[in-house]
């Protein structure tokens, strides 16, 4: 189960295989971050042919206009499912990683939180107005005030909560289980840009 949620951020990209003109259009969600390996296997795809991006609104990512597009996408979204014949997904949802059981998001009322900078928590999870946010820049800093008490747990994603697991295994760490679901899904004819990103995914990205 937990394999099956791993997200995610949400991708999507769609690709004009035929297409032999030496510029590639690439279209970016307004709003999204695209995660880096992402963006660097299409470029290492496309290398040798000029890429123009542009940020469009997610109703206007489409294979009619751009050779691929990326952005994020909710599992219940139907933008994720039946467009195009070949795709490879990635799930991505919150986790907790403490010394006692997190796993609704109710049970961080009164607590301290810690998230890491990059992971934009208030996406996946509600935020409970009696719990203490804080913000870190790296997974040791958040495992030392674990440790300490400066803070009662961790919200992160499944690859964050892994690490913090192996450097510490007294920490629980568990899905929260109200937490929304984003898809991270590849969309293309080309198998070739399909396979290449699916090994990214495999690799554990």
Not at 104 to 113: C, E, L, M, P, T
Not at 125 to 138: A, D, H, Q, R
Not at 153 to 169: M, R
Request: with cysteine.
């Amino acid at each position: 189960m937990k394999k099956m949620l791993l997200l995610l951020m949400g991708v999507m990209l769609v690709c004009g295989c035929g297409n032999k003109d030496n510029t590639v259009k690439l279209a970016i969600e307004e709003g999204y971050d695209c995660p880096k390996a992402v963006l660097e296997a299409l470029y290492d795809y496309y290398e040798g042919r000029e890429i123009t991006v542009t940020e469009v609104k997610q109703s206007d990512l489409t294979s009619d206009k751009y050779d691929a597009a990326a952005g994020g996408v909710n599992m219940t979204s139907s933008l994720g499912y039946g467009l195009w014949k070949s795709s490879v997904i990635k799930y991505e949802n919150a986790c907790a990683a403490g010394y006692d059981d997190y796993r609704f998001s109710d049970d961080f009322s009164g607590k301290r939180a810690g998230v890491p900078a990059e992971f934009n928590y208030s996406r996946y999870i509600t935020i409970v107005e009696g719990c203490e946010y804080t913000t870190y820049k790296n997974t040791e800093d958040i495992l030392s005030d674990l440790k300490a008490g400066a803070i009662d747990a961790a919200v992160c994603d499944t690859e964050t909560a892994a690490e913090l697991k192996e450097a510490d295994s007294s920490l629980r760490v568990n899905d929260i289980l109200e937490s929304n679901i984003y898809e991270y899904v590849v969309l293309s004819r080309d198998i070739d840009l399909i396979n290449s990103l699916d090994d990214i995914i495999g690799e554990g990205m």
